[in-house]
Nanobody, 123 residues
Framework: QVQLVESGGGLVQAGGSLRLSCAASGRTASSYAMGWFRQAPGKEREFVAATSWSGGSTYYADSVKGRFTISRDNAKNTVYLQMNILKPEDTAVYYC????????????????WGQGTQVTVSS
């Protein structure tokens, strides 16, 4: 069993930055590949970024490539999402998720989810 708690969301102006954190608890939390997803009002949940259990492989949605960076610190059981050059269309609830499958964009392959953190980007 893995528990995930996101933090770091907030209100930011367009062009600004935020760093989200996802703290994982559970004996084997560092064995899981981790992903970030987001869901805007009235839209389906969409993939943002993923990282392998070691952090050696990363994977991004085209919409955030070059602006967002996913990383992890297994000593702290924490995954981060550094978000730069934020746009109003990045406004959403951001979720982290864990999977044993390997870094994947498919939300159905993730076994554990956090409660989400709101990111709002004003124009």
């Amino acid at each position: 069993q893995v528990q995930l708690v996101e933090s770091g969301g907030g209100l930011v102006q367009a062009g600004g930055s935020l760093r989200l954190s996802c703290a994982a608890s559970g004996r084997t939390a560092s064995s899981y590949a981790m992903g970030w997803f987001r869901q805007a009002p009235g839209k389906e949940r969409e993939f943002v970024a993923a990282t392998s259990w070691s952090g050696g492989s990363t994977y991004y949605a085209d919409s955030v490539k070059g602006r967002f960076t996913i990383s992890r610190d297994n000593a702290k059981n924490t995954v981060y999402l550094q978000m730069n050059i934020l746009k109003p269309e990045d406004t959403a609830v951001y979720y982290c998720a864990a999977t044993l499958v390997g870094s994947t964009a498919n939300p159905n392959r993730y076994d554990y989810w956090g409660q989400g953190t709101q990111v709002t980007v004003s124009s």
